[in-house]
């Protein structure tokens, strides 16, 4: 059994959502000593690009062909990080909201691993069927402008609505989400963070 916590935030110490995801990690080791975590970077430089002979590949597959030359170079990148994602039980995604919506590359890595026959099935009576089906996540969203008790000149939530629709397309029900986004009006933001940190650190503690 095993964890995968995927990061998109560039931020290191900087980073809130890192900083929470930490604090769920301390607790999720102290209380599952036997379960591997393992940290996905993806600003690490590992995360293959999904262009042109990439998304030929993809449309080779959908018709039932085998995807050759570049095109299936491009094709083995993708399935190698849908392989490691693939590979966990479980997951913790730390997710800061960019310009209303998530750091593009967390799209980046949701278009690489987005795969007919590895995120999803599809037939042309049912539609899409998600295939990572009996596992479970863990969110950490943060920002700084939006806010749900904030009017629209503060943004509107492109953040939480596209990434926890990906995850239950994609097979994954059990979501369990952590916030934390202070209004940079707001001087003192310590008693929203303390919140997030005692969230997560319970739990990390009952995941």
Do not use: C
């Not at 995120?119 to 700084?144: E, I, S």
């Not at 596209?162 to 397309?169: E, G, K």
Request: hydrophobic fraction near 45%; charge should be negative; avoid cysteine.
């Amino acid at each position: 059994m095993s964890l995968l916590h995927v990061s998109s935030s560039p931020r290191g110490a900087a980073s809130e959502s890192l900083a929470i995801a930490e604090a769920f990690l301390v607790s999720y080791r102290e209380t599952h000593p036997v379960m591997e975590v393992d940290t996905f970077d993806l600003w690490d430089g590992s995360l293959p690009a999904f262009g042109p002979e990439a998304a030929h590949a993809k449309m080779a597959v959908f018709a039932g062909k085998i995807p050759t030359d570049a095109q299936a170079s491009a094709w083995q990148a993708a399935q190698r990080t849908f392989r490691r994602f693939d590979a966990a039980d479980q997951y913790l995604f730390s997710v800061p909201m960019w310009n209303t919506g998530v750091p593009y590359v967390l799209k980046q890595f949701i278009d690489v691993v987005s795969q007919p026959g590895m995120v999803f099935g599809f037939d042309p009576k049912h539609g899409y069927a998600g295939l990572l089906t009996g596992k479970k996540a863990a969110v950490v969203y943060t920002g700084a402008v939006w806010g749900a008790d904030r009017g629209a000149a503060f943004g509107v939530d492109h953040q939480q609505p596209f990434f926890d629709d990906w995850l239950r397309w994609a097979g994954i029900s059990d979501i369990t989400t952590i916030r934390f986004q202070p209004n940079l009006a707001t001087a003192d933001a310590d008693t929203g963070r303390r919140i997030a940190l005692a969230h997560a650190r319970d739990a990390g503690k009952t995941f």
